[in-house]
């Protein structure tokens, strides 16, 4: 069974901390992807990588940076949290052949008081 | 001209009835229609995908009607059931390079009892 998981559910930090959100998928996928989810704004894109070392701006880039160390794991970093940052985020890998079928993660609520 | 509207927002339709959510594009360079589910506190899944070079795919329940020429898109769901509850996400994707996926708003979706 094809598998993302992210490193936690739920994450409470304090505005100015430094965040990291770990994502590992288990498929050799090629790409992976950051989204950030919203009521009423849906899922937007804030990077993606589609291979190692290597990543591209999505829709909303600011305030968050990614690494792509290993194939298998794509990592979201905030770098200084604001409260604009709360939100669900989910991260997603797909193969390059068949870049449309993404395989969500079940995401990571992030609270910044 | 990136956008992809989805509507309505949310829906509520009996068991039994047919759910319609709709989906409209500007960008005629899209290629690839999928549309996505998300139950509460999961990551989104493929449900169900189609090419603009077929006007209708059938999988199950679930159909994807194609409109390339009005440049829109629906989904219908046949017998809706309660289980059918969930977020749905209508996107498109360009077929060409490291292309990326962009999404709808959502439509949540309640069938009654």
Redesign the interface.
């Known amino acids: 069974d094809v598998k993302v998981t992210q490193s936690s559910r739920y994450l409470v930090k304090r505005t100015g901390e430094k965040v990291f959100l770990e994502c590992v998928q288990d498929m050799d996928h090629e790409n992976m992807f950051w989204y950030r989810q919203d009521p009423g704004l849906g899922l937007r894109l804030i990077y993606f990588s589609y291979d190692v070392k290597m990543k591209e701006k999505g829709d909303i880039p600011e305030g968050y940076s990614v690494s792509r160390e290993k194939k298998e794991r794509f990592s979201l970093i905030l770098e200084s949290a604001s409260t604009n940052q709360t939100s669900m985020y989910l991260c997603a890998s797909s193969t390059l052949q068949w870049d449309y079928e993404q395989y969500f993660g079940p995401g990571t609520r992030l609270t910044v008081t | 001209q990136q956008q992809v509207k989805?509507s309505p927002?949310s829906l509520i339709v009996q068991k039994g009835g047919i759910s319609i959510i709709n989906c409209a594009y500007e960008n005629t360079a899209f290629d690839?229609f999928?549309w996505y589910q998300q139950f509460p506190?999961?990551?989104?899944?493929?449900l169900i995908?189609i090419r603009p070079d077929v006007s209708e795919k059938k999988e199950g329940r679930f159909t994807i009607s194609f409109n390339k020429s009005a440049k829109q898109f629906s989904l219908h769901i046949m017998d809706s059931q309660p289980g059918d509850s969930a977020t749905y996400?209508c996107?498109a994707?360009l077929d060409s390079g490291?292309?990326?996926?962009t999404?709808?708003?959502?439509t949540m979706l309640l069938v009654s009892p």
Request: charged share 15%; aromatic share 18%.
């Open positions: 989805q927002q690839y999928p506190g999961k990551g989104p899944a493929l995908a996400f996107a994707k490291y292309s990326t996926l999404f709808g708003k959502g």
